[in-house]
């Protein structure tokens, strides 16, 4: 069953804008990692944050972490054409040895 | 070397046959897992292998056998499958450690489609 939900489903914008997608989950967690996939391929890790750390930044993406709220967002600048593509949340809860999977957010980025 | 191969591509099958979808990396990695993703939902646990021994079946039915000959190689079999069986197969592979505490790296998966 899916740990986690995301909003907004689907996200619609123009190069150079942000793009913010959001992930929340149920159990306790020890990290939490998001996940990029284009249409019919493989899922491609972004970016792991640990759950002692409320934020991390990797190139353009900017992650936030709220344990107490059970969320977590990842924020894309300046987006590109090639961002598009269905973006993933994935957590483990406490002794668990695989991730589940959020419901994810499908971007789209308009040039 | 941090790609994750699978063979077939595509594959088709009637529901009485046998077929075996094949996944290989020499990351070094520990652990290896199978997940199946139907059209615009996330992809979803089946199996996980640990140090080569299965450490996770989720309820997946008998008619999908994994194995794994070595550290390097995991296959799914598959047989008598239905239909609904249809979807997209994505093997992984990460480091062993604590639960979800390593980045998982994905081949490109197999689409299978059952007739």
């Known amino acids: 069953s899916q740990q986690g939900e995301e909003d907004p489903q689907a996200l619609s914008i123009q190069e150079g804008e942000n793009a913010t997608m959001n992930c929340s989950y149920k159990?306790?967690?020890?990290?939490l990692q998001w996940y990029r996939q284009n249409s019919g391929r493989g899922l491609v890790h972004l970016i792991l944050?640990?759950?002692?750390?409320r934020e991390k930044h990797s190139g353009r993406l900017r992650v936030t972490l709220d344990t107490s709220k059970k969320s977590s967002s990842l924020l894309i600048t300046a987006s590109r054409a090639a961002d598009t593509a269905s973006y993933f949340c994935g957590t483990a809860g406490t002794g668990r040895r695989a991730l589940t999977f959020g419901s994810g957010t499908r971007l789209q980025v308009q040039p | 070397d941090t790609e994750v191969t699978q063979t077939p591509k595509h594959l088709v099958m009637g529901m009485t046959n046998k077929k075996s979808l094949k996944c290989e990396q020499h990351?070094?990695?520990?652990?290896m897992y199978w997940y199946k993703q139907k059209a615009k939902k996330p992809p979803e646990l089946m199996f996980v292998y640990s140090y080569e021994k299965l450490s996770i079946n989720e309820s997946v039915p008998s008619r999908f056998s994994p194995e794994c000959p070595n550290s390097s190689l995991l296959n799914l079999h598959l047989h008598a499958l239905q239909p609904e069986d249809s979807a997209l197969y994505l093997c992984?592979?990460?480091?062993?450690?604590?639960?979800?505490?390593?980045?998982?790296?994905f081949g490109p998966g197999t689409r299978l489609t059952v007739t």
């Open positions: 990351m070094g990695h520990r652990a």
């Open positions: 992984a592979s990460s480091q062993e450690g604590l639960a979800g505490a390593y980045e998982q790296y």
């Open positions: 159990t306790s967690i020890n990290n």
């Open positions: 944050i640990r759950s002692n750390e």
